[in-house]
């Protein structure tokens, strides 16, 4: 099976910065997109930033200038550096792996979508 385990969630301030590390583990084969997504309180998760295993990167309009989306596809780890935070940006963070291949057995096994626990970030003011 595989696992996503995410670190570097905490309290901070408002203006601090925050290092977000996911990395999954497992007899993966091959990961095509990983990314961060976000719920705070009463509201519907989305998406914070997204990278492909080409490099592409995506980000939510409320992050971008801010925040920095990296991986090392050798590690399976994706890294989000969040700087300037603000009390808006506190929520729950939750890792996700796209379109995973990943060994079961001899089987070879294909998941859209594996998401980690979560990891709290809260900004006070």
């Known amino acids: 099976q595989v696992q996503l385990v995410e670190s570097g969630g905490g309290l901070v301030q408002a203006g601090d910065s925050l290092r977000l590390s996911c990395a999954a583990s497992?007899?993966?084969?091959?990961?095509?997109?990983m990314g961060w997504y976000r719920q705070a309180p009463g509201k519907q998760r989305e998406l914070v930033a997204r990278i492909t295993s080409g490099s592409g990167t995506n980000y939510a309009d409320s992050v971008k200038g801010r925040s920095t989306i990296s991986r090392d596809n050798a590690k399976n780890t994706v890294y989000l550096q969040m700087n300037s935070l603000k009390p808006e940006d506190t929520a729950v963070y939750f890792c996700?792996?796209?379109?995973?291949?990943?060994?079961?057995?001899?089987?070879?096994?294909?998941?859209?979508?594996?998401w980690g626990q979560g990891t709290q970030v809260t900004v006070s003011s």
């Open positions: 996700a792996a796209e379109g995973i291949k990943y060994y079961s057995g001899s089987y070879l096994r294909y998941e859209y979508n594996y």
């Open positions: 497992g007899s993966i084969s091959s990961i095509n997109a």
